[in-house]
């Protein structure tokens, strides 16, 4: 298959540098033999730098939803009660896994577009002494926006003390998400976002509270048991065969970034949040984040203007344009449509699906401001 160029803006997969597809081009090696271990080694230390942990750290071969499936069943058992605080589909997707293994889930939900808000934790908390963990999403990929994690911590584990676990997909690596210094015990993220690789493996976080509910938990669990991965990881690999194509892109990637350095890492997606944000205001398009300092520097959800088609809109950018833009999820999908400014992207990227947006939305009837 021949596939031009694109101007990929879903947040997830992400384009990925030439070095870095070179990178997954290294010869095959043994997974058993001494260069993985080196692979192995190496990989795992980079990514604990960019979660900024002394934490274990764990890296599966799966998509991110593996990673955060490996965080329920290593630490909850089937009726533990779990309080799921959500505004959006990968919240409630994160809630729905807990569920399908037995959690006894107390549900927070929040309207699509808001923040989650640490005051209704608290509450929630409060009223009910029997929850054992916090489930919440730090970026809410469906909606544009990244919850206040630090104020929720602050409640969850300094007020409550409860197992915290937090789906960091779209956020790791892009976002600040110091995970020690906001004590989160359980995160996951994932290569296609944020790490400027393909779709393929889950990072995952795992702190001594975690280990602690781990020895107790009884959820069913095998491909994603971390016990034993921590086992292998001792001998410098992985308990089934790992994607070491991914991890040579991994390397390259994790190279990248610290060399760049995560404080310019961050700089740099918060500067390209906001001057998405500003530049689909400057259409006439307005923001689907009810609070703009919430929104996300990942991803930009713009609602989709009175009486236009969003497939066409989609299409036309993907068909005349080479942008490549996300609907909207679940009961936003007509709704809405989102700009990903993840990973490896420039403000030119982002100029490129302005200039297309003013091109195409009068073709949809709707003429930019
Ligand atoms: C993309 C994403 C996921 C799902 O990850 P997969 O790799 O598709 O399994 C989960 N949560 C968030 C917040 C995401 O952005």
Redesign the pocket.
């Known amino acids: 298959m021949n596939i031009p160029r694109q101007n990929l803006r879903t ?2 997969p992400t384009p990925v540098p030439d070095d870095i597809v070179d990178a997954m081009g290294t010869p095959m090696i043994d997974h058993r033999g001494p260069e993985f271990f080196e692979l192995i080694t190496q990989a795992t230390a980079g990514l604990k730098q960019v979660f900024a942990t002394q934490n274990d750290l764990f890296i599966l071969t799966s ?4 990673g ?1 499936e490996s965080l329920i069943v290593n630490s909850l058992s089937p009726g533990d009660r779990v309080l799921s605080a959500t505004a959006g589909s ?1 919240g409630d ?2 809630r729905e896994m807990a569920t399908a293994y037995g959690a006894d889930v107390q549900r927070l939900d929040f309207e699509w577009g808001d923040a989650v808000d640490p005051e209704a934790v608290r509450t929630a908390l409060h009223d009910d002494p029997g929850i054992k963990a916090v489930l919440v ?1 730090h ?3 469906s909606t544009g926006v990244t919850h206040p994690l630090p104020e929720i911590s602050q409640v969850v584990k300094g007020e409550f003390d409860k197992l915290l676990l937090v ?1 960091a ?2 956020s790791l690596g892009c976002l600040p998400l110091p995970v020690d210094g906001w004590n989160c015990d359980l995160v996951a993220t ?1 290569s ?2 944020g790490f400027m690789i393909p ?1 393929g493996l ?1 990072f995952v976080s795992v702190s001594p509270a975690a280990w602690e509910a781990e020895a107790e938990a009884t959820m069913p669990r095998f491909y994603f048991d971390l016990r034993a991965a921590r086992d292998y990881l001792e001998r410098g690999q992985t308990p089934f065969t790992p994607n070491v194509a991914l991890l040579y892109g991994l390397q390259s990637a994790l190279d990248k970034l610290l060399e760049e350095g995560m404080e310019s890492v961050y700089e740099r997606h918060a500067d390209i949040g906001r001057f998405t944000r500003e530049g689909v205001k400057a259409l006439g398009l307005e923001l689907l984040v009810d609070d703009e300092s919430y929104a996300s520097n990942t991803v930009t959800a713009i609602k989709v203007p009175e009486g236009v088609d969003n497939s066409r809109l989609r299409s036309l950018a993907h068909n005349e344009e080479n942008v490549v833009l996300a609907g909207g999820q679940g009961k936003l999908s007509n709704s809405i449509f989102r700009i990903g400014h993840l990973g490896y992207v420039s403000r030119e990227d982002i100029q490129e699906v302005l200039d297309a947006l003013a091109r195409i939305l009068p073709r949809v009837g709707f003429n930019p401001g």
């Open positions: 947040p997830g998509s991110g939803t593996g955060l990968f997707r994160f999403t970026n809410e990929t789906d997909v779209s994932a296609q976002k779709p889950a």
